[in-house]
């Protein structure tokens, strides 16, 4: 029988407990997938924790690697032993095999290994509308992003960069600043030791920037808004710190005549076609070499929960995966 990671009742990392689990058949439109790889993000400890209420008992986990092992009735498109990868399962990935909606997969290229499948699909994803989508970043911008060496801040660095893009990234210590600086992150600054609305000044010679990436919530809020210019975009899509506080939508207008956007992925990859489009975006900028995913993380399944507090203390940079 196969094992997973469950979750009984909201809390912290130790509420993951290792268990059997029934698969089982997979329904009609279904497939069951073997994972192989499976990524690990910040939703998972906003589902775990209870920010983002679950139906109890669940098993976390959004995204992943593996080979089909049976196809339900009404599947096109897939066989048995195909190589496919997830980023909108929602929840369930963090277990040795799952069913799952073959609506939600796409198959994996050859030329992209089961460790990068695993990370790029959510991190890759997201990255795709928050720079395509939600503000189309264009060549000789100068654009702002918090967490610049996190598993989406190097993604989002480097396909900036490959845009035309100049990069200003906040991280937290010298070694998150060479990581980022490598990964297509122009402006380095470390938010401990600089005021980065100072440094966005400076670098901009006071012209500021049209959008703010900011995946950090309340620790970089309202700072995020002076870093603006008129019209700017403050695009606001986690909680590392915490959650933001309530909004006057009068701050908006005197600082500026400000946007602001809270996006999810699962608004816009919420149809098979349109997630395939996007999961192809990332397959090409990764095979044509533009984006490296960052792997710098790995633990065996049944350590999720040690994953988890690694990630929220900050300790890790770039992508996480479990390997069952």
Known sequence: MPKAIVVESPGSASVMKWRDVEVGRPDKGQVTVRTKTIGVNF????????????????????????????????????????????????????????????GKLV???????DQTAAAMMLQGMTVQFLIRQVY????????????????????????ASHLG?????????????RLAKAHGCDYPIIYSRENFVDRVRKITK????????DSIGKATWPASLD??????????FGNASGPLPPIEALMLSQKGSLKMTR????HFADT?????????????????????????????????????????????????ILEP
């Open 227 to 236: 870093c603006l210019q008129k019209l700017g975009m403050f695009v606001t």
């Open 165 to 177: 893009a100049t990069v200003i990234g906040t991280v937290g210590s010298p070694g998150k600043a």
């Open 43 to 102: 939703i998972d400890i906003y589902q775990r924790s209870g920010l983002y209420p679950m139906p109890m008992p669940f098993t976390p986990g959004g995204e992943m690697c593996g080979e089909i092992e049976a196809v339900g009735t009404g599947v096109t498109g897939f066989k048995i032993g195909d190589r496919v990868a997830t980023g909108t399962a929602g929840a369930g990935c963090y277990a040795e095999a799952l069913n799952i909606d073959a």
């Open 263 to 266: 996006p999810t992925l699962f």
């Open 272 to 320: 098979p076609e349109r997630m395939r489009k996007m999961a192809g975006d990332v397959m090409k900028v990764i095979k044509s070499g533009a984006v490296k995913i960052e792997v710098n993380h790995k633990y065996s399944l049944r350590e999720a929960a040690r994953a988890h507090r690694d990630l929220a203390a900050r300790k890790t940079t770039g992508s996480i």
């Open 107 to 113: 198959k994996v290229p050859k030329e992209i290994d």
């Open 136 to 159: 189309k970043v264009s060549k000789g911008e100068t654009i702002l992003v918090h967490a610049a060496a996190g598993g989406v801040g190097t993604i989002l660095c480097q396909w």
């Open 206 to 213: 006071g012209e500021m920037v049209p959008v703010v990436y």
